[in-house]
DNA sequence: GTCTATAAAGAGATAGAC
DNA sequence: GTCTATCTCTTTATAGAC
């Protein structure tokens, strides 16, 4: 699963062979068909594990943080940290999903559906109790804060960017005051 | 070039055979290669065509529209109508340019480098003429940006979402003024 | 400009020995 | 659990006729 994920998010799925998946662990491509049926089975095992990890996560951070401001402050940290923190899966899990077949996609989008929920609650709570501007609709709030999210797990780079803490602190500093001058 | 947009957008540029793209258009792969000369090309073209066209598009609006904040808002609502006029294109260069060996690549990625020069030149006048917050780099602040409205090209569905036009003018409300109530 | 035919290579996956 | 050998299919790309 490591190699799979290593090659996967760098080359991505389609122009990964199992056989230098193989040849990264050390073994020759037909010994790899006794641990796993297909190569689907990696990617549909990289999928759930990535969205079971970041829902469990940021389910974590909100629960312990008071405050409708405060939860949505922890999700976005906890978003971005959660995900850096195995950077290569989550971004296979991102850019590749589409490239399973119809019945494990089917498995791996109700996963996201569940964590969209879990935002969505966060986003929902901020608004009812007037912390979140209420002139947006909850889930434009959401595909905006997801989108900004989603797509930095794919350009960051350690050596390059600021640290996940970091920048979870300044994502959310944004998303929730803006950029105009105050 | 229509046919490979739309095969490349679907499946994935890998995923995708060059004998589907002929049958697309109605005829045999060995034809294909009387107009092409690599699938490769397919894949450069788009990329190319791509960051000139949203480049091009985002400098006009730029232009035209009058004051630091409002220029910033121009950016925003275009690069999300640009981009979503021709989405299969624009997703397909934002997902598959990876896919490009590395002299292409190279001459695709200065493109995307002047893109992003232009989005810098906009949130640095925002910047300096205290329009825009400055206690957050302006490389942040692209990075932010871009990741916001690159992503958002990646999941829109004209039939299911905001038009172009809202879901820019939303956008450039939630990232100018945030989403704290006030 | 499109066709048939083919080359040359690589893909995912399986059989059966050890 | 890993190996060699192989099956079957598909891939990108080219040759040469029309």
Redesign the pocket.
């Known amino acids: 699963l490591d190699a799979a994920v290593s090659l996967f998010s760098r080359k991505g799925y389609a122009a ?5 998946i193989a040849a990264l662990i050390g ?5 790899l ?3 796993i049926g ?3 089975d990696l990617l549909f095992q990289i999928c759930t594990s990535s969205l079971n990890q970041i829902r469990s996560d940021v389910a974590a951070a909100v629960q312990s943080a008071n405050g409708p401001l405060e939860k949505a402050r922890a999700l976005v940290r906890c978003h971005v940290e959660s995900m850096l923190r195995d950077q290569a899966e989550h971004l296979t899990a991102l850019l590749e999903m589409r490239a399973l077949s119809p019945e494990p996609l089917e498995q791996v989008m109700a996963l996201r559906d569940s964590y969209e929920n879990l935002v969505d609650s966060v986003l929902q709570e901020g608004q009812t109790s007037a912390a979140l501007r209420t002139d947006i609709d909850g889930n434009l709030l959401r595909l905006y804060l997801l989108s900004l999210l989603n797509r930095t797990v794919i350009w960051h780079r350690p050596a390059r960017h600021l640290p996940p803490g970091e920048l979870g602190e300044v994502w959310a500093s944004i998303f929730l005051s803006g950029t105009i001058q105050r």
Chains 1, 2 share one sequence.
Not at 16 to 20: D, K, L, P
Not at 27 to 31: D, E, P, T
Request: charged share 40%; net charge positive.
């Open positions: 990964t062979s199992t056989r230098e073994i020759r491509k037909a010994s068909y006794y641990h297909s190569k689907e």
